[in-house]
């Protein structure tokens, strides 16, 4: 039995409208279901607050739905909203149960294991006995280290769609039909193959802390990511060198997340003197180092009272080049200057007066 | 010619060797003097507490977004989004527009000059972002009015073609101007002789005297009128205020604009509750009765007690 003679001229209709469900863009049934984007869509949406402070409140849609949390409803974050036009905003809560359910343990998911990860690291605002660390102010918060993150496919593969190999897509297809679910999945999968985040990336974003004067001061520190900037390492990171080490590598046990960083003295720290020697000589790094290899001062300052022998061997090659090249250059400029006036002479200048 | 060509490339190689000498001496002793002059520096140990109320009244939006050094780059891979970064902002902005060097109101009331009526004022900074100040603020009578509306660029304040085309909602590097008749000859509102005399008060205000003060400001005000033009007067169908086809506004924009879903915000002004049929299992919020809201306007209501104090 033919469809039409089924459905009558309902059965066409009802195709078009599949077909027009199907092929609607994906951010169509992005995070917007509230309408959110009605305003906030508009760069110009801001407003002084009450404290003085300036608040900006444009979201830019495009950059978000392409983003880890582009599938997540505005409300989902922003809670306390629940009517339009809203009561001004609460601070988002991170911790928050989220819509999203997650697959494995088939509950809501939330980012509650991160902060008793924090809770329990050097960054923490509390001492092992619980008691408020001074300064604790200083400690970070979510957004003190991550912004809104962005998918970062592994991008070998260029040809039709920058960042997304299409052969793999391909194969994702035979399986499964949505075409936003494969694209979700295959970034969260290809994401989380690499680094999340450039080494430069990691780095300016631990050196927002440990590379400010006052707050590296308040807490004893070496000013740690301008260190990191001098050193091989440091100096790949910053010509865009995926391969190098970057804060993380070091400074995270293998196999845990980011946030569990601990002081050195603790024995879970990877820079615990038991445990440093497993840093560089991991696989991926310098494979059959010594322990003694681990041992170089990694975060050396160029500083003349914390490092002395390191100060004065620096300063020695710093005027040894200078004081070279610099003469070279004199040299060089003043030889060009005889070339572009070869008769010029103060003595004649003085015989004809 | 041949010697006019050596000279030429001596000169080039001179500047070459000096462009080396700055780098080298910045490589080498000026990193020794700074190091040194760093070493000096006295670093206070004290807790951050709450950042000077004084210092943050003098950002304006342009010294935190538009003209910010606090630039990131991130690296995706595909691409690279260069951004302003705002402390504390989650969402990535994503765009750069220039400042608005043509306004002369700016110099006093800032870029988000509207903060009295809490309801409305995100609302009202957002329009300011594309719409001059005298496009709301000068209500001209039936008989000066022109209905000519143009556009101006943000930095060098010349007239442009209509930028909206294309561009998404409101990031345009342009703003829209009245324009009026004097003499018979179409002018812009903001005629330079204007922009001259307020640059010239700015300049002098500290030292005039009182009665100088108010005299200048009366004069520079003299076109402004006390009751703004209205969201109404733009966001409907019915002659609106601003030729919105005339601005470039493709009529899809149009439609956008004078459609139920903006206008029926301004005009009932009323909470709604968002759409629950995506979380479904959880009960629908119940929230307090509260009486609508009068229209959206700039003025404050007279006596609105249970209005909701929505705030963006």
Redesign the interface.
């Known amino acids: 039995m033919s469809l039409k003679s089924r459905f009558g001229p309902f059965g066409h209709i009802g195709i078009l409208v599949l077909l027009t469900i199907y092929f609607m863009p994906s951010s169509v049934f992005g995070a917007d279901?509230?309408?959110c984007l009605?305003?906030h869509?508009?760069?110009?949406?801001?407003?002084?607050g009450e404290?003085?402070?300036?608040?900006?409140?444009?979201?830019?849609e495009?950059?978000?739905n392409k983003?880890v949390h582009g599938s997540v409803?505005c409300?989902g974050c922003h809670t306390d909203?629940?009517?339009?036009?809203?009561?001004?905003a609460k601070p988002?809560d991170c911790l928050v149960l989220c819509?999203i359910i997650e697959p494995t343990s088939e509950q809501k998911f939330s980012h509650k294991s991160v902060a008793t990860s924090l809770e329990d690291s050097v960054h923490s605002k509390k001492d092992k006995d619980g008691k408020e660390k001074p300064?604790s102010?200083?400690m970070p918060t979510c957004?003190d280290c991550?912004?809104?993150p962005?998918?970062?496919?592994?991008?070998f593969v260029?040809k039709v769609r920058?960042?997304?190999a299409e052969d793999a897509l391909g194969r994702c297809r035979v399986c499964h039909s949505k075409e936003a679910f494969i694209d979700k999945f295959y970034n969260h999968i290809t994401t989380r193959l690499h680094k999340s985040?450039?080494p430069?990336?990691i780095a300016?974003a631990c050196a927002r802390c440990h590379d400010d004067?006052?707050l590296v001061?308040?807490h004893n520190l070496s000013r740690a990511a301008g260190s990191y900037g001098q050193t091989f390492h440091g100096k790949a990171a910053n010509l865009?060198d995926e391969s190098v080490p970057d804060c993380l590598d070091c400074h995270v046990p293998k196999g845990k997340s980011v946030h569990q960083m601990y002081k050195n003295e603790d024995s879970r720290a990877t820079t615990h003197k038991e445990n440093r020697g497993q840093i560089c000589n991991s696989v991926d790094c310098h494979p059959g180092a010594s322990k003694k290899f681990s041992n170089y001062q990694v975060h050396a300052e160029?500083?003349?009272?914390k490092n002395p022998v390191i100060y004065w061997f620096t300063?020695f090659f710093?005027?040894l080049?200078?004081g070279t090249?610099?003469p070279l250059?004199?040299i060089?400029?003043l030889d060009?200057?005889r070339?572009?006036f070869p008769n010029a002479s103060f003595r004649r200048r003085k015989e004809k007066q | 010619m041949k010697c006019f060509l050596t000279k030429l490339y001596i000169l080039a190689f001179m500047a070459l060797v000096v462009f080396f000498g700055v780098l080298i001496w910045k490589l080498t002793f000026a990193h020794l003097i700074h190091e040194y002059h760093a070493r000096k520096g006295h670093v206070s140990i004290e807790h951050t507490g709450e950042p000077d109320k004084k210092d943050i009244g003098k950002q304006t939006f342009e010294t935190m977004i538009l003209e910010s050094e606090d630039r990131v780059k991130h690296y995706l891979g595909y691409r690279v989004l260069e951004e302003q970064r705002i402390k504390g902002h989650f969402h990535h902005i994503d765009f750069d527009i220039g400042p608005d060097n043509r306004s002369y109101c700016r110099s006093c009331h800032g870029d988000m000059p509207h903060d009295k009526v809490k309801d409305v004022r995100a609302f009202l900074n957002m329009h300011a972002f594309f719409i001059a100040c005298q496009t709301c603020h000068v209500k001209l009578e039936e008989g000066e009015k022109t209905n000519v509306y143009k556009w101006y660029d943000r930095k060098t304040g010349d007239i442009v073609d209509s930028p909206v085309n294309g561009a998404p909602p409101g990031t345009y590097n342009a703003k829209i101007i009245p324009f009026v008749r004097e003499n018979g000859q179409l002018v812009r509102i903001d005629s330079e002789d204007k922009i001259q005399f307020a640059t010239e008060y700015k300049k002098n205000e500290k030292v005039l005297s009182e009665g100088q003060k108010s005299m200048a400001k009366k004069l520079i005000h003299k076109f402004i009128s006390k009751v703004p033009v209205t969201c109404e007067s733009c966001h409907t169908n019915n002659n609106p205020t601003l030729p919105l086809a005339e601005l470039g506004y493709p009529k899809t924009r149009i439609d956008s604009i004078t459609s139920t879903e903006v206008v029926g915000m301004i005009k009932k002004y009323t909470e709604f509750h968002m759409p629950k049929m995506l979380s479904p299992g959880e009960k629908p919020a119940t929230p307090p009765q509260q009486p609508p809201v009068p229209l959206l306007s700039p003025v404050p209501p007279a006596a609105p007690p249970a209005a909701p104090p929505a705030q963006h």
């Open positions: 279901a509230g309408n009605v305003c869509k508009f760069p110009g949406l801001s407003r002084v404290n003085g402070e300036m608040r900006l409140l444009y979201v830019n495009e950059i978000h983003g409803k409300e909203i629940t009517k339009i036009p809203h009561d001004p988002v819509h300064f102010e200083d957004k991550h912004d809104d962005m998918f970062r496919p592994l991008a260029k920058p960042g997304v985040r450039s430069l990336n300016e004067p006052k001061a308040r865009l160029f500083d003349k009272g300063t710093i005027i080049t200078g090249l610099l250059m004199a060089l400029f060009l200057l070339r572009l």
